[in-house]
């Protein structure tokens, strides 16, 4: 796939068919309603018939992801649950290589996955999805994800935090090896998404280095709480607006080449 210019994605991530339900209510400030369940994990797969009821509690016209977990390296296992989530309804199918530790892995997992996801909707999207603490896990290098999902055939590179402890994306991966994950997506056509406990404040940063694609929750639910606290259409808003003002000051100021893509 190639990457599209300019594009600023803002995907918020309800833990059910009620918060999706508020994500709705906010439609006009995201672009993905991605579904997961925070319990089982970073990128926790949710139900079936939940990934529907989203899709259908959501506007028509906004794409719907799914993650389907921070998978072992089972290629059959997990490309089977990518297909479950494509038919489900999600247009965006996020895999959490969790489970593997070498590069060769993981382009397993994610070409199996691609075929799965591609061969019932060739328009899906899928998302290789590394972790930026993989040191503290044992998975493979979070600089190399943006190769298998090149390699694999998937259509974005993304990074997360697989543990939820309030450490943040840049607290593992510097701004400067986040600039050259996504450089090196871009390289390939890749879109490149980051997320991990982003706050507002790391919009500046995440502007510049020219990031597709911001994932949050904590910071759009009440008190800042990605498990107790519940997302907020307001704080959604807000949130949209200060993306909007970053890309805005960076469009201001960068050469007319440079990419004008926000993501967090």
């Known amino acids: 796939m190639r990457r599209k210019e300019p594009a600023v994605l803002l995907l918020i991530s309800p833990d059910g068919v009620e918060e999706a339900l508020d994500c709705a209510k906010a439609a006009e400030h995201l672009d993905i309603v991605d579904v997961k369940k925070p319990d089982e994990g970073s990128l ?9 009821e989203i899709r259908d509690a ?11 977990g921070d998978v072992p390296y089972k290629p059959g296992t997990v490309a089977q649950a990518a297909l479950g989530a494509a ?82 994306l840049f607290d593992h991966v510097p701004q400067d090896a986040c600039a050259e994950f996504v450089r090196l997506a871009h390289a390939s056509g890749r879109l490149a998404a980051l997320a991990g ?49 970053h890309a805005r000051e960076h469009a201001a100021t960068a050469p007319a080449t440079a990419p004008t893509a926000v993501v967090g």
């Open 44 to 52: 926790g797969a949710n139900f079936p018939w939940v990934i529907r």
């Open 58 to 68: 959501v506007p028509a016209h906004k794409p719907v992801s799914a993650t389907v």
């Open 87 to 168: 038919v489900s309804g999600a247009t965006y199918i996020k895999v959490g290589l969790y489970g593997c530790t070498t590069p060769e892995q993981g382009i397993d997992v994610m070409r199996a996955v691609v075929r799965a996801v591609k061969d019932h909707n060739p328009d899906a999207l899928v998302v290789a999805s590394g972790y930026a603490d993989a040191h503290r896990i044992g998975c493979v290098n979070p600089l190399a994800v943006p190769d298998i999902a090149a390699r694999s055939g998937a259509d974005a590179a993304m990074l997360d935090t697989a543990i939820k402890d309030g450490s943040r």
């Open 197 to 245: 406990s982003v706050k507002a404040a790391d919009l500046g940063p995440l502007t510049r280095i020219g990031t597709d694609i911001v994932g949050v929750r904590g910071a759009v639910c009440e008190g800042g709480d990605r498990n107790a606290g519940r997302i907020q259409p307001h704080l959604v808003a807000a949130f949209r607006a200060e993306m909007d003002r």
